[in-house]
């Protein structure tokens, strides 16, 4: 058991300092529900109801999504199979992922060769038999930016995929931040039967998009594990196919199974697994990120568990902007400063525990912070953040009951709350933190 949960602060507040088991299923809307729940499953949802997925972190299945984009696989079928990608982009060079071995780095196969590709097979030597037992094929084409070869002769493909892409599915956001974000990370991926990607967790902080654009593929999903106050899940637990590895194994929290034309919202920091269940031979997905909104009511409810949680140290600092309204990339110590004349190494050395000097400290650092990002009128509301991405993700952070309006009171209670965790984990850290063994929710 964690020390705490829940801090009681002065009567009137709480802390929010850990996400118990129960708490989680109760977060995804489940409580009762036995695991693997099925996401909810909506039919051409707007894009302020998908947003609203995307800030909780929530899972959800979109039925129809896909009309009025190039993708459209419920009119044209024949258009997005695998074998039509190929015709597509037959320069396309790609290479199979989640291999039993260590993979390529080079990009090998030609896409044209659809005849012999589609019909090779390569064992993902993943443990549990529920699992992808055959690894896919992964055309990474948005790593052309970075100089990847990723196509043969001159025709830039990222450039033609990029015109494909727009425009976006209705229900996302088309911001600028999204433009960018979406149309710099396409991949397809190809999946024989019982192929697919083994559970992994990606270090992105952007949640992703994969669209089925043909065939049928079952999607095996868990939200970041119980990792208890004075714990710590070493980075690389949750690399490709170590789920699996771990003592007792990986049992997802959610599963469903993505039909052509549906498209599936995955949040940042979950393991996710796929798979191809027939009865196409070959099922192919676009994936792709997107960064609008950011899922950042998830961040802060969660982020006692995703503090501790190594793979997911590359968006420490992503969410310690968010919370601190770091919309220039001042950085950690300079906004803590700035706010309110702390920092985390001053604060870790005070006491921790119910009515301590730390909790003092720490609900005075809110109380000083609070004058800083209001406007003249003492307000927080998403009319003072619309020209700003980094600081709408802000206020959603702090927006406890989601009404786009940040009070005071909410204020307190989640930027203390966070600045608490930040503390007790440097704490942790001095005392050498215990290592997780099992995945657990
Ligand atoms: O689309 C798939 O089958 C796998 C995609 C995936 O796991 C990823 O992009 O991280």
Known sequence: MAKWWWLSVSGA??????????????????????????????????ASTFASYARRGVPVVIKHGL?????????????????????????????????????????PISLKDVETWSKTIE????????????????????????????WDGKKDLLKQM???MQPLPKFLHRSQANQQEILGSPEFWFAGPGAGAKAHMDSHCESTLTLQLAGRKRWRLSWPPAINNGS???????????????????????????AAGEALLIPPAFVHESKNVGPEDCAPSLTFQFADPAAAGFFRHFHPRLRR?????????????????????????????????????????LESGGSSPLESAVLEAAKKAWPKVVDTNGRLTRENVKSDFILQGSLDFHDLN???????????????????TEVLVVQERKQKPKPLKHIEF
Not at 14 to 41: K, W
Not at 124 to 136: I, R
Not at 232 to 245: H, Q, S, T, V
């Open 123 to 150: 064992k993902s030597g993943a443990l549990d038999p529920e699992a992808p037992q055959y690894a896919p094929f992964y055309w990474g084409v948005k790593g052309g930016d970075e100089g990847e070869r990723l």
């Open 67 to 107: 009309d009025g984009t190039s993708f459209d696989v419920e009119q044209k079928p024949a258009e997005w199979t695998c074998d039509a990608i190929a015709r597509r982009f037959p320069t396309g060079r790609m290479k199979m992922e989640y291999t039993a071995g260590e993979g390529r780095q080079d990009n």
């Open 232 to 258: 710590f899940a070493k980075d690389g637990l949750l690399a490709d196919g170590e789920p699996y590895n771990v003592k007792g194994g990986w049992a997802p929290t959610y599963s469903v199974t993505l």
């Open 402 to 420: 989601e009404d786009g309006e940040v009070t005071e009171a909410e204020f307190t209670s989640t930027f203390s709350s966070w600045l608490m």
């Open 13 to 46: 507040q709480a802390l929010h300092l850990g996400v118990s088991g129960e708490e989680a299923l109760r977060y995804f809307g489940n409580e009762g529900a036995s695991l693997p729940l099925t996401p909810s499953i909506l039919d051409s949802l707007n």
């Open 309 to 349: 949680l190594g793979d997911f140290n590359e968006c420490w600092e992503r969410v310690a902007a968010l919370a601190t309204f770091d919309s220039r990339g001042e950085g950690l110590a300079a906004r803590l400063k700035r706010m309110a004349s702390t920092s985390l190494a001053k604060l870790s050395k």
């Open 162 to 164: 990029r015109k494909l």
